[in-house]
Nanobody, 119 residues
Framework: QVQLVESGGGLVQAGGSLRLSCAAT????????MGWYRQDPGKQRELVAA???????NYADFVKGRFTISRDNARNTVYLQMNSLKPEETAVYYC?????????????WGQGTQVTVSS
């Protein structure tokens, strides 16, 4: 079983910052990568940032230079530091874990955390 619990969302003013956290609890799984996605109603869920267990990162173009993803492998926790937030980035942010166990790849999602950026 894999459980993902997000925290750190909330309401901020435009230009402000938030730090999201995602803690994963796993049993007999290897986590290949974890990442953050965002989605608002009527739109596709889109990648914000991802990081592998080896530390390789991937960022969406629209957040490069403003957001930083990091992880603590010992605690199976991934963080997303978000700076210079824009109102259009209001969305539900979801944590994702890409896992493998006995050769089987699986993808798990958290319940999401709301980020609201006001003018």
């Amino acid at each position: 079983q894999v459980q993902l619990v997000e925290s750190g969302g909330g309401l901020v003013q435009a230009g402000g910052s938030l730090r999201l956290s995602c803690a994963a609890t796993v049993t007999s799984f290897s986590i290949h990568a974890m990442g953050w996605y965002r989605q608002d109603p009527g739109k596709q869920r889109e990648l914000v940032a991802a990081i592998t267990s080896g530390g390789r990162t991937n960022y969406a173009d629209f957040v490069k230079g403003r957001f930083t993803i990091s992880r603590d492998n010992a605690r199976n926790t991934v963080y997303l530091q978000m700076n210079s937030l824009k109102p259009e980035e209001t969305a539900v942010y979801y944590c994702n874990a890409d896992t493998q166990w006995r050769g089987v790849r699986s993808n798990y999602w958290g319940q999401g955390t709301q980020v609201t950026v006001s003018s």
